[in-house]
């Protein structure tokens, strides 16, 4: 299986904040990364695809780079509505895997 | 809009099967485009991908949970399934259902049900 080593597991910050958090993948995976947003109680919402193509809808304010084994998604202005746990998603190979999640917390 | 659904108990005994389906709805399930999939959540923790299914019944699972794992779908009624048995409390999570789009530049888990949670209890 690929492994996905996420970090940080936790940060705090505040409103206005870049924030960057980082998915390294055991082994090459091209640019087959999705980044994912998940809220309280909710299911997650896909914010990148292809580790740098934003998801309709979403805000210009996210943003995604790497390639390779190195992936990065930083948020440019943190808004009050981005407080939420974050994850990275390989789909290079069977099985799918996912960095164990970051959690974006108020400062 | 596609929306997907997930339905079924919300409580399994340990040593039993647990049977989700989920029903896909404001588009098709025949896509050539498409793998159907379930990720599961245990409580507080991170994201686990079970395994998917295509329309044709080819299927992927997860080697952690392949021995215990059945995925199938009725492509009449619009739903495909997830079979676990032999349960523990350890497969207590959110059930979640999602689309996983294969068409290259834009793979991956695109659309998700709401999720449903089933505890594994006595």
């Known amino acids: 299986d690929i492994q996905m080593t996420q970090s940080p597991s936790s940060l705090s910050a505040s409103v206005g904040d870049r924030v960057t958090i980082t998915c390294r993948a055991s082994?090459?995976?091209?640019?087959?990364l999705g980044w994912y947003q998940q809220k309280p109680g909710k299911a997650p919402e896909r914010l990148i695809y292809?580790?740098?193509s934003l998801q309709s809808g979403v805000p210009s304010r996210f943003s995604g780079s790497g390639s390779g084994t190195e992936f990065t998604l930083t948020i440019s202005s943190l808004q009050p509505e981005d407080f939420a746990a974050y994850y990275c998603?390989?789909?290079?190979?069977?099985?799918?895997?996912f960095g164990g999640g970051t959690n974006v917390e108020i400062q | 809009q596609l929306q997907l659904q997930e339905s079924g108990p919300g409580l399994v005994k340990p040593s039993e099967t647990l049977s989700l389906s989920c029903t896909v709805s404001?588009?098709?399930?025949?896509?050539?485009?498409?793998?159907w999939a379930w990720i599961r959540q245990p409580p507080g923790k991170g994201l686990e991908w079970i395994g998917n299914?295509?329309?044709?019944?080819?299927?992927y699972y997860n080697p952690s949970l392949k021995s215990r794992v059945t995925i199938s779908v009725d492509t009449s009624r619009k739903q495909f399934f997830l079979k676990l048995n032999s349960v523990t409390a350890a497969d207590t999570a959110v059930y979640y259902c999602?689309?996983?789009?294969?068409?290259?530049?834009?793979?991956?888990?695109?659309?998700w049900g709401q999720g449903t949670l089933v505890t594994v209890s006595s």
């Open positions: 998603l390989q789909n290079n190979r069977y099985p799918l895997t």
């Open positions: 299914i295509y329309y044709s019944g080819n299927t």
């Open positions: 292809a580790a740098s």
């Open positions: 404001g588009g098709s399930i025949n896509s050539a485009s498409y793998y």
């Open positions: 999602a689309r996983q789009s294969i068409s290259a530049r834009v793979a991956g888990l695109d659309y």
């Open positions: 082994q090459d995976i091209r640019d087959d």
